[in-house]
């Protein structure tokens, strides 16, 4: 499995590249972090970040952000920082651990590879399942989650949120949404979809004019981002 570093302190960096490699992961270390978000952005065989927060030019919150923008594998934040607000914010962006330096390099160790066993049981079960943005859906469970808050969706909006979420990076019409929930065919008056996705929204407490997980493409249809 491979593991991104990125420190601007060069024996932080070093020490955690060693420790990893020992156990037989393949590293990519970076001391700068814009260097880092082009690897990022071009390698899609990342199954780990671990990420400073303190960085010149691009902090270790930026570049969370930027990850959790097309990436679900995991991230922990490193910082000499102790105060709750700064994990409050590192977990609220999407990290999903935090290290405080100076750390135990084996408790590093033990809390990389909880993430990667947590990461991989994920993306085995990935065909049943969706997480982007705080929101996690189950097909399995029949269950909706948002920031680990139960969402209560009827059969009818769980399918549509579900339909949407299984094409995720693809524009799904209203017309195919009708026609796959309801089994029926789609007329061009027929505004049951768009009244269901205003429902399904209200739920997920989207903004109605900026929606940030369902987004709608004038004209064609609904979007989920991948």
């Given amino acids: 499995m491979s593991i991104i ?6 024996e932080i960096a070093d020490l955690v590249d060693v420790i990893l490699k020992n156990e037989g992961y393949e590293t990519l270390k970076f001391y700068d972090p814009l260097e880092a978000y082009r690897e990022i952005q071009k390698n899609k065989d990342i199954d780990l970040a671990i990420l400073d927060v303190m960085m010149p030019g691009m902090d270790g919150f930026e570049l969370c952000t930027k990850i959790r923008e097309h990436y679900t594998y995991p991230i922990i934040m490193l910082t000499a920082r102790i105060e709750d607000v700064d994990k409050i914010t590192g ?8 290290v405080t330096k100076p750390f135990n390099p084996l408790e590093l160790l033990a809390r990389a590879k909880a993430q990667l066993r947590r990461y991989k049981k994920y993306d085995a079960a990935k065909s049943d399942s969706f997480e982007k ?3 996690i859906i189950n097909k399995k469970e029949h269950t909706v989650f948002l920031f680990e808050e139960a969402i209560n969706l009827t059969p009818t909006e769980f399918d549509i949120l579900w339909l949407l979420c299984e094409n995720a990076g693809e524009v799904v019409s209203s017309e195919k949404i009708f026609e796959a929930v309801w089994g029926e065919d789609y ?3 027929n505004n049951t979809v768009m009244v ?4 399904i929204r209200e739920k997920l407490k989207e903004p109605p004019r900026t929606p940030r997980i369902i987004k709608t493409v004038w004209g064609v249809g609904y979007k989920v981002e991948k």
């Fill in 5 to 10: 570093i990125v420190d601007d302190e060069k």
């Fill in 91 to 98: 977990l609220s962006i999407g990290a999903d651990d935090y």
């Fill in 196 to 199: 269901h996705i205003r429902r």
């Fill in 187 to 189: 007329y061009d008056s």
């Fill in 133 to 135: 943005n705080g929101l």
